[in-house]
């Protein structure tokens, strides 16, 4: 079922079903280029789902078939920037949201676009995606993380020249390099992703966000520390409502009802 969200006008649609928000950046005839209404929106629908214990993990994707040719260029020359304090470029790279979010990629994920998608947890992409950073091409950098995350998600030498180059990537290259979880045929990457964001969706939502925080956060632990700094994070989980009701679901073989609490 399709829910309007409050700031969100027609170029962002979010549509909430089985405890998944699919967030649509729909500006096709611009190959969803991200201006600052996007950004915003995108942020606003963020901080209102990030609320609501009916959703738990989303999908971002975009309309027309293709994911994001990046930042809208025209926007940029007359001033539009699609940054949103506090979260960066889009309304999301900067602060990406502490539910599990999975990028569905059709078409073309390029520069800023590809940004998007290195934000999100999962990427499942169409087998006619095209990934790329081309901001050298344009005397630019990809700045909106692109430069930083890529080398964290996929070996240096590779990360090096798909940010020299400028290039375009198939999907199926960066699914071998396993930055892209699933490659689908052409014109499935929204289902697969919804599928996907199902079944994580299906799960506690506390231990949900606690095995993401550890998960994006352990990487700067060190030895000494770790196991400190992951219990502060997981030991309310163990002591949850939750945590008692799967116990409880268990044992008597039957679906567990999750509270978020």
Known sequence: MSEPTSGIGDEVLVQVEDGVAVITINRPRAKNAVNGVVARAIAAALDELEERKDVSSYVLTGAGGTFCAGMDLKGFLSGDFPVVEGRGFGGIVEAPPKKPIVAAIEGYALAGGFELALSCDIIVASEEAKFGLPEPKRGLVAGAGGVMRLPQRIPYHIAMEIALTGDHFPASRLYEVGLVNHVTPAGEALATAVELAKR???????????????IVE??????????????????????????MEGAAAFAEKRAPQWKGE
């Open 218 to 243: 352990s990487a700067d632990w060190s030895i000494d520390e770790m196991f400190k700094k992951q219990g502060e994070i997981i030991n309310p989980v163990f002591g949850s409502k939750d945590a």
């Open 200 to 214: 994580i969706a299906a799960n506690a939502p506390l231990a949900l966000a606690a095995t993401k925080r550890v």
